[in-house]
């Protein structure tokens, strides 16, 4: 920019290409560990246990997929995460947004109720124990709703989106209703089209939340292969060939895998997990952005 | 963040006034029955968050009674603070404490520095593509779960062909390859580090935002006096985002004890426990995985206190200090 470099000394020019230094090294300690697994995964693996590969196949091949994706349990993991993924973002969208809409008008009667009830759920937690067992009490372990329905609503989410509302025109909502619209054709009409970029930064946060968790799994579902998750698999091989040990409840499928090639195994399962979140979230940048400071410059 | 509550909120000051005076007018019962599609959007939500926020709050009576799963409420026996004698007499507990606070500041530390500095460093660089390019990376680990980072960590760390141990041989610092995983010396670095790669491109969005809303008028100002870009990062930039900075601060003093345990649980294995388990994986350990509810269930308690302690504290002396407060 020219008017920047409009006196640009010497001490500006070698603080400029340090700085751009700095940010190579950033740049190359975030990528290189992804590129990283991802050579070694598209590599074959008994040329893996040579050692040495950096960010490109040596032997390429295919070979290391086609293995991960012959055994069953990984496939239902797969199925079950993006089924749990899917059904907790719409799930949570629409709480999120339903209640961010009674909260925002300002003519609501339990408004300040509600909105202090949730605010508190930001303060404290009942704690692991006790969560396990309002869970069992509801007869919740062993199923697939335990995944969705704790989390259903976030308070955290619920505010962002109410911020958003908030800087609507309020003009809007005034002329549906005097059109005869009820509150609910008004939020389903109108508040839900016009909110859409918080709610794909919302959407994005669910969804990520949804896919990367495994200690619900690990809990509550961890002996249940219907119902297991691919977030969970991962960790059970990751763990079971750890240096130093450490297995948990290591089934048949991590074993078996692991006296394959744990190497080439652990890799390509990362990739599996990682790669649908790499995919996502450059295009929902400029939302999640947007969204983290609409709630930030409030505060 | 957090201090989104009801009050905070601006409201456009015509709507507010008017909308609840036409509505005193009205009884309470006929005010419900025409807002009856607001109460249908909201109610089922917040008996959604009493069942799963609120009641196992109830679940902490458990720490009071010598709880047994089979008996119901009625039939549990009462022992008082028996549980919690039994927790300070344990000495894994000090250890475990001592765990937690250790990784906890640490974390607290860099994860509070390391963030504000990337960010002045990205506000200074020039080229707006590759600015953008860095951004776009940094932000790429948040994104990705514990399971997967603990397992390029481990990677990275391994002993036979990992990246960091190559590069200290390359470079003749060790003359063998560091057991980073097995050592329990290394672990809280280990675990620090592994927050700070993960999240730190994350934590800049915000300061990056305050950045934003500095007035380019004072760099402009400076650089005629001829101030150079260290004096203005520190005389101008830090300063802008001062606010910013110290309500993350709080919270994040706030948050000083709930560290999780995800990255323990992931990264830590039998060789380094005495350094890995922290007062969650503790709970976890000797709570619900050998069915002693009450004990975990109280070491929970102890948890939960101690962070509110510390919001309240943190939150005490802010006021004090720049007469504001975030709750």
């Known amino acids: 920019m020219p008017n920047k470099a409009f006196n640009a000394t010497r001490s500006d020019k070698i603080f400029d290409i340090c700085n751009i230094i700095f940010m190579a090294i950033v740049l190359i300690v975030t990528l290189y560990p992804f590129l990283n697994v991802l050579a070694i995964s598209l590599n074959d693996s008994i040329d893996t246990v040579r050692g040495g590969i950096t960010i490109w196949p040596r032997a390429f091949t295919f070979e290391n997929y086609k293995t991960i994706f012959a055994y069953d349990t990984l496939l239902q993991g797969l199925k079950i995460s993006i ?12 709480s999120a947004s339903m209640l961010a809409y009674t909260l925002s008008r300002p003519d609501f009667q339990a408004r300040k109720f509600v909105s202090t009830f949730l605010a508190m759920t930001m303060y404290f937690s009942g704690g692991l124990i006790p969560g396990y067992i309002l869970m069992r009490d509801l007869n919740l372990i062993g199923t697939f709703w335990v995944y969705v329905l704790p989390g259903l609503v976030s308070a955290f989410n619920v505010f962002i989106v109410r911020s958003f509302i908030d800087g609507l025109p ?10 005869g619209a009820n509150d609910f054709t008004v939020y389903w009409r109108i508040i839900l089209p016009l909110c859409k970029p918080v709610l794909a930064t919302i959407a994005l946060f669910l969804a990520v939340g949804q896919w990367n968790s495994w200690f619900d799994t690990y809990l509550y579902n961890g002996s249940n292969a219907t119902w297991t998750t691919l977030q969970y698999e991962l960790m059970k091989v990751l763990q079971s060939t750890q240096q130093g040990g450490g297995a948990i409840n290591a089934n048949d499928m991590a074993k078996q895998m692991a006296q394959i090639s744990p190497e080439s195994i652990k890799m390509a399962i990362t990739i599996v997990v990682t790669v649908p979140i790499l995919i996502v979230y450059p295009f929902l940048q400029k939302y999640f952005v947007s969204g983290m400071t609409l709630g930030a410059v409030k505060s | 963040m957090e201090a989104l509550t009801p009050n905070t909120i601006p409201r ?20 419900v029955l025409q807002q009856k599609y607001l109460y249908l959007m909201s109610l089922p939500f917040v008996i959604w968050v009493f069942v799963f926020s609120y009641l196992p709050l109830w679940g902490w009576t458990m720490a009071f009674q010598n709880y047994k799963p089979a008996r119901s ?9 028996k549980y919690f004698q039994e927790l300070f007499q344990d000495d894994r507990f000090y250890l475990v404490l001592r765990n ?31 600015k953008r390019f860095v951004q776009t990376v940094s932000y790429l680990p948040h994104f990705v779960s514990w399971v997967v980072v603990a397992g390029i960590i481990t990677k990275m760390l391994s002993i036979d062909g990992g990246a960091v141990n190559q590069i200290l041989m390359a470079l003749h610092l060790t003359d063998e390859p560091i057991q980073f995983m097995a050592k329990g010396s290394w672990f809280w670095y280990i675990v620090t580090g592994s927050d700070v790669w993960k999240e730190t491109g994350w ?8 950045i934003t809303g500095i007035d380019p008028e004072l760099y402009e100002a400076s650089r005629v006096d001829g101030a150079s870009r260290w004096r203005q990062m520190w005389h101008i930039t830090l300063p802008g985002i001062r606010s910013t900075i110290s309500v993350l601060l ?6 000083l004890i709930s560290i999780g345990f995800e990255k323990q649980f992931l990264l830590g294995n039998n060789l380094v426990t005495d350094y890995s388990e922290v007062l969650d994986l503790y709970a976890l350990n000797y709570g619900l995985n050998m069915g002693r509810f009450s004990y975990g269930t109280a070491i929970g308690i102890f948890n939960s206190v101690v962070s509110i302690i510390l919001l309240f504290t943190a939150n005490g002396i802010f006021k004090k200090v720049t007469k504001e407060s975030i709750m």
């Open chain 1, 83 to 94: 089924l749990r993924t899917i059904v907790g973002a719409v799930l949570g969208l629409l």
């Open chain 1, 170 to 179: 309020y003009a809007l909502q005034e002329s549906a209703k005097l059109d």
């Open chain 2, 12 to 31: 456009s000051g015509q709507d507010t006034a008017k909308a609840p005076k036409r509505k005193r007018k009205r009884g309470f019962w006929s005010t």
């Open chain 2, 73 to 81: 409420f009625s039939e549990q026996k009462w022992v008082g603070f």
């Open chain 2, 100 to 130: 937690t606070l250790a990784m906890s500041f640490m974390g607290l530390i860099l994860g509070f520095v390391v963030p504000i500095f990337f960010a002045i460093l990205l506000n200074e660089l020039r080229g707006m593509f590759f």
């Open chain 2, 203 to 210: 934590n800049t969005i915000i300061y990056l935002a305050a």
């Open chain 2, 250 to 255: 709080i919270m994040s003093i706030g948050h």
